[in-house]
């Protein structure tokens, strides 16, 4: 049974920084791309950044430079390294990935950029 599980959220101030995990279930996670994606109120969901299974990363625009994707195959872990953080980065943040062709996500974590 595939399972996706962030953790890691919370309220931290315009400048701060956090660390999102996925803990992965069921698959295994170097053999398979999983991104991370964010939804604020009233808008749609976007890409945040992905890693791919030979460790390559991209990143939205928005993100690039202030956020960081890395992978722990041995806990089955993929991060988000998140610094510099905005005002406009405040969202829930889900983890996802495609196994065996299926779409699966994350239940989400909150992530508050205030002061």
């Known amino acids: 049974q595939v399972q996706l599980v962030e953790s890691g959220g919370g309220l931290v101030q315009p400048g701060g920084s956090l660390r999102l995990s996925c803990a992965a279930s069921?698959?295994?996670?170097?053999?398979?791309?999983m991104g991370w994606y964010r939804q604020a109120p009233g808008k749609q969901r976007e890409l945040v950044g992905g890693?791919?299974?030979?460790?390559?990363?991209n990143y939205a625009d928005s993100v690039k430079g202030r956020f960081t994707i890395s992978r722990d195959n041995a806990k089955s872990t993929v991060y988000l390294q998140m610094n510099s953080l905005k005002f406009e980065d405040t969202a829930v943040y889900y983890c996802?990935?495609?196994?065996?062709?299926?779409?699966?996500w994350g239940q989400g974590t909150q992530v508050t950029v205030s002061s």
């Open positions: 890693i791919i299974s030979d460790g390559s990363t």
């Open positions: 996802y990935s495609k196994v065996w062709n299926i779409d699966y």
């Open positions: 069921g698959f295994i996670i170097s053999h398979n791309a």
